[in-house]
């Protein structure tokens, strides 16, 4: 049996397509979603993802705002630009590319973004929201992910979803996500016993730890669909994910490859996050108007 690949690609421009036609209806009643990312450094990697991120805003009608501030800049002057940012009725969603450079804690930038621009869904209020079950915005890769599971009928309710990794912007939202469609699931982590028992149980199995290949395909339960958010780049320069792709394509029901899977799907998200941002603030301008 060889699994069924689920495009990324193919479904994140169906997305784009209707975020478009919403951009389009946003822009008649005067109001332009607009996406200011923000970028520290001259990471490479970093850089590419900003140049997909505001290439593919652009695409959907939607204004974007790259501000970018050298390696040394101080915590200070980038929370003042956030601030700014914050109060400028043109922008809707920030986003703050990580990884920040050291001298700048990560957690302090997260949470001085406001909560209504949040489009990436790291701010602490809109994680607790996720967690009570209270609208706000989800991250946007778990996000892409279930739009994923959705457009593939994937069943979950009672079936066993085996997350690997526990981080806040993937791990822990994907869990709670999974647990809203009444999935069992269980997180794996680092200190995890017996990883590939635990592995071969699951129904649908998301890796996203950031290691190559390290799902086999004797860690994988034959007919399982098996989700890869992992990006890794290896030394000749080639991206691979954290599932050994050709062998458990051989074992799955469905797989998604690296790249062409997730990774358009979360910049399809954050798009869809933006528009929905730049409606709730017009919403909320006709109220007080």
Known sequence: MTAKIIDGRSLAATLRASIRQEVAGLAARGVRPCLAVVLVGNDPASRVYVRNKTRASEETGALSELHEFPQDTPEAVLLERIAALNADPRVHGILVQLPLPAQIRTGHVLEAISPAKDVDGFHLRNLGALVAGHPGFVPCTPAGVMKMLEHEDVPLAGRHAVVLGRSNIVGKPMALLLLRRDATVTICHSKTRDLPAITRQADVLIA?????????????????????????????????????????KEVAGRITPVPGGVGPMTVAMLLANTVRAAAQAAAGADRTA
């Open 208 to 248: 996203a730890v950031g290691r190559a290949r390290i799902v086999t395909a004797g860690m994988v339960k034959r007919g399982a669909c098996v989700i890869d958010v992992g990006i890794n780049r290896l030394a000749d320069g080639s991206l691979a994910g954290d599932v050994d792709f050709a062998a458990v």
